[in-house]
């Protein structure tokens, strides 16, 4: 059974940065979905296998960066200029087809974690 246990979230002021890390039991390609309270779960980042290619979600991009460690099964979410609308919980899920394209979808991905709750304070 793969197993995913992220960490990294707390309250954090509007413009600071927080990094979640998420552990897997084994190495996959990788993605960072959140759910705000009342809201579906959405889209954030997503890495390849390897770490050579990445995606991000519009309202991310140029904020968060994706990135896994060198042995691979540790996947990091590194998340700057934080904004109150970034409040969520934070969830890795991992995708177990070993799929190309890296996957922007909720289905798409077989494993989850438990979450961690990310608050911005204005």
């Known amino acids: 059974q793969v197993q995913l246990v992220e960490s990294g979230g707390r309250l954090v002021q509007a413009g600071g940065s927080l990094r979640l890390s998420c552990a897997a039991s084994?190495?996959?390609?990788m993605g960072w979905f959140r759910q705000a309270p009342g809201n579906e779960r959405k889209f954030v980042a997503a890495?390849?296998?390897?770490?050579?290619?990445?995606e991000y979600a519009d309202s991310v991009k140029g904020r968060f960066t994706i990135s896994r460690d060198n042995a691979g099964n540790t996947v990091f979410l590194q998340m700057n200029s934080l904004k109150p609308e970034d409040t969520a919980v934070y969830y890795c899920?991992?995708?177990?087809?070993?799929?190309?394209?890296?996957?922007?979808?909720?289905?798409?991905?077989?494993?989850w974690g438990q979450g961690t709750q990310v608050t911005v304070s204005s």
């Open positions: 890495i390849n296998w390897s770490g050579g290619r990445t």
């Open positions: 084994e190495r996959y390609p």
């Open positions: 899920a991992a995708d177990a087809d070993y799929t190309i394209v890296l996957r922007t979808a909720t289905h798409e991905y077989e494993y």
